[in-house]
């Protein structure tokens, strides 16, 4: 006879899928002993540059039953956003993750239909959804929950699909079957670091936040510093390259979401309306996007950075 544990395990996992996560995994939560000195280091040595932010919630960070009552299982989720088409190559370049609406709202959206779906199946459950938006490890997690390896781009990568997801997680009071981590498929490659123009990834698995250009475009408020002028490599908000490089991501499959499609024009945008944008259509343009985080005068001064000589 099925355990109750083993029958909402199940329950969890068909939901996920019926939900269009790509992958659902799920750990049992617990104090993170792994990553409490690691992430003490990282924040000691100032890698995290301005983002005062993650100096916030150590706590609460390493250990979910402080951001749930009563948490037993961390229920880790994938959801991909490797998309069909990709812009210009000749236009100033913005992530892949931000070519369509803003995945917070999407996957945030997706996770309160989850948890109530998982309430209306199984019972009473207490949780809390979280996307990239509170002090949750989420790669962490994910990896110990078996849905991949972190590489030494300190992504999180999956054997069967590469890195281009979204990591979400719900942390529930709900006794479910753990599900393992699996082994480090990076080797001996180094493609991620060798590829990176400003030398962010200062040793496998390390990543300086405070030398990355996702950090320089996006949450960096102050100017982006000389000595990176010309190392951009024509980047306005994020940056993919240690992910374009990855040889994992060659088994990338384009996502499914229609949300995530891009329907402004935006990939079509030449060089010359990138640098001709005026508020008003930065405000229509990215309206539902992600890249408003970075806001008009942000990437201004991002495209103003990134500049080649003469241009005018």
């Keep these: 006879m099925q355990s109750a544990k083993h029958k909402n395990t199940v329950i969890v996992k068909s939901e996920a899928a019926r939900l269009g996560f790509d992958f659902c995994g799920i750990s049992k939560a617990g104090f993170l002993e792994d990553e409490a000195p690691r992430l003490e280091r990282w924040l000691k040595e100032n890698k995290h540059g301005e983002m005062k932010y993650m100096e916030n919630y150590f706590d609460k960070r390493l250990d979910p039953t402080l951001l749930v009552d009563g948490a037993k299982s961390v229920v880790s989720l994938l959801f991909n956003y490797y998309p069909k088409e990709t812009q210009r190559p000749d236009a100033p370049k913005i992530s892949k993750y931000a070519y369509g609406s803003d995945y917070h709202e999407v996957i945030r959206e997706k996770l309160n239909e989850f ?9 009473a459950i207490n949780g ?7 002090p949750v490890l989420d790669k962490a997690w994910a990896k110990k929950s078996g849905l991949g390896w972190i590489g030494k781009n300190s992504n ?20 479910l079957e753990e599900d393992g981590p699996i082994k480090d498929y990076c080797g001996t490659c180094t493609k991620c670091i060798d590829a990176c123009p400003t030398d962010a990834i200062v040793e496998p698995y390390v990543v300086d936040g405070s030398k990355c250009i996702s950090y320089f475009t996006i949450e960096l408020k102050n100017n982006i510093p000389e000595e990176f002028k010309n190392k951009m490599e024509q980047w306005v908000f994020g940056c993919d390259i240690c992910q374009d490089v990855c040889p994992w991501n060659s088994f990338s499959t384009e996502h499914h979401e229609g949300q995530f499609i891009n329907k402004n024009g935006l990939l079509n945008f030449s060089s010359k309306e990138w640098y001709d944008m ?29 500049k080649p000589p003469g241009n005018k």
């Design 278 to 306: 005026t508020e008003e259509t930065f405000n229509k343009v990215f309206k539902n996007s992600a890249v408003k985080r970075t806001k008009y005068k942000g990437l201004k001064r991002n495209l103003e950075f990134i």
């Design 128 to 134: 809390r959804a979280f996307v990239d938006s509170a």
């Design 156 to 175: 999180l990568i999956t054997k069967q699909h590469g890195s281009f997801f979204f990591i979400a997680e719900l942390i529930i009071d709900l006794e």
């Design 115 to 123: 948890l109530a779906s998982l309430q209306e199946k199984i019972g």
